[in-house]
């Protein structure tokens, strides 16, 4: 950010350091000139360490970048002019834990740093069940020799004469059996709402009594309001339970909708008065199970900063590479101010940031092997999203 050969060069247009109780307003405010000195002056381990950019070939670097759990760090790196990945290597990262949003923070850079103390990254996990509705989709006659096709209405479709589906939709979704069985094809749509463990789904029953010509029906769920039958023989019913007549043997479709509050459900079923066994070969019904899975979310405060220091070759970091170990409740940086400041090489916008620190930092070979930091006399900058 500075070097000894740009500093007269570069002219800071506004500056003003804030607390932290001005971070909550909705702009940082405006600034006077001044010259802002990135540095770092503490100790490291038993060194005591003086990171001053310009001097000594030292540059204070500054970006931000999306990380794996997309998101937004803003980074401040002292390391070496012209390698940002060299040592002397002493960095600050600042997660976006709130929740970024799209192309920019959650908040804005003004409530980046609403909280003074930002906390350790924990490589921990929070566990959590979650659950999927199962569909097992069942023909009421399985014939021998027959094909069956099966269109879920998501886009998926299935060979199986009894297969198994999880819906990844919504909503209704037209569910399609067709079967074929020497030259003869029949199919049927039933409409079904493949919402999770949704409640507004029916279903009905029947018999028939070929003596009397009669249709008996029966919903299998007495909780809807309403019940309308249509027997697919140009007569109508209503109730849970009612009865049709049928005066010519035929192959008919005998529809239910229900209906509750916002929820209207239907249900169809085929009803074969013929002599011809195979007149009908698509009536199905289904079961649903729950299948529950394990996940697994890793932690993130509202507030967190990881802090590396490469020295010899080994990379020391803030938090200890142990999976399992809950170190979010560790204090790492406290933030004594902020102020805008200009925009870097990347034409990135940038703020400074006052700070102190105080905290161990752990060998990322090995966390037994640990090395304190202490500084109150650090200020960084950061690049940030516009």
């Known amino acids: 950010?500075?070097?000894?050969?740009i500093i007269v060069r570069y002219s800071i247009l506004f500056f003003f350091v804030v607390s932290i109780m001005a971070c909550a307003k909705k702009e940082l405010p405006k600034a006077v000139n001044g010259n802002p000195v990135f540095m770092f002056d503490g100790t490291i381990g038993a060194d005591p360490i003086v990171y001053k950019a310009g001097v000594n070939g030292v540059y204070m670097f500054s970006d931000f970048y999306k990380d794996a759990q997309d998101l937004y760090t803003l980074s401040g790196t002292f390391a070496v002019e012209n390698c940002a990945t060299c040592e002397p290597f002493l960095s600050f990262e600042f997660k976006d834990g709130r929740q970024t949003v799209g192309a920019s923070l959650t908040s804005g850079i003004q409530f980046f740093f609403a909280d003074s103390t930002f906390n350790s990254?924990?490589?921990?996990?929070?566990?959590?069940?979650?659950?999927?509705e199962s569909f097992k989709f069942i023909p009421n006659l399985v014939v021998l020799g027959?094909?069956?096709?099966?269109?879920?209405?998501?886009?998926?479709?299935?060979?199986?004469?009894?297969?198994?589906h999880v819906f990844t939709t919504l909503g209704v979704q037209n569910i399609t059996l067709k079967a074929t069985h020497q030259g003869v094809v029949d199919s049927l749509t039933i409409p079904i709402d493949v919402t999770p463990f949704s409640t507004c789904r029916t279903r009905f029953s029947y018999s028939y009594d070929a003596s009397g010509n009669q249709v008996f029906v029966q919903s299998d769920n007495l909780s809807f309001s309403s019940?309308?039958?249509?027997?697919?023989?140009?007569?109508?019913g209503e109730g849970p339970?009612?009865?049709?007549?049928?005066?010519?043997?035929?192959?008919?479709?005998?529809?239910?909708?229900?209906?509750?509050?916002?929820?209207?459900?239907?249900?169809?079923?085929?009803?074969?008065?013929?002599?011809?066994?195979?007149?009908?070969?698509v009536n199905f019904n289904y079961l649903t199970s729950a299948i529950f899975t394990t996940n697994y979310q890793q932690r993130l405060n509202a507030g967190t900063c990881i802090i590396t220091y490469r020295k010899n070759g080994q990379t020391y970091q803030s938090y200890k590479n142990a999976i399992g170990v809950n170190q979010s409740d560790k204090d790492v940086f406290k933030v004594t101010g902020i102020g805008m400041y200009l925009r870097n090489e990347k034409d990135q916008p940038t703020v400074f940031v006052n700070g102190e620190v105080d905290t161990y930092l752990y060998n990322t070979n090995n966390y037994l092997d640990s090395i304190t930091i202490k500084s109150n006399a650090l200020k960084i900058a950061l690049a940030y999203p516009e």
């Not at 990254?121 to 999927?132: E, R, T």
């Not at 027959?146 to 198994?164: I, K, M, Q």
């Not at 019940?227 to 109508?236: E, H, I, K, Q, R």
């Open 227 to 236: 019940y309308a039958w249509d027997f697919g023989n140009g007569t109508l």
């Open 121 to 132: 990254y924990s490589l921990d996990s929070i566990q959590y069940q979650s659950s999927v």
């Open 1 to 5: 950010m500075e070097k000894n050969n």
């Open 241 to 281: 339970i009612d009865t049709a007549f049928y005066n010519f043997p035929d192959v008919y479709t005998i529809r239910l909708q229900s209906s509750v509050g916002g929820c209207n459900a239907e249900y169809r079923q085929k009803v074969n008065l013929t002599n011809n066994p195979n007149a009908t070969l």
């Open 146 to 164: 027959a094909n069956y096709l099966w269109d879920f209405g998501d886009g998926t479709t299935s060979s199986l004469a009894s297969p198994e």
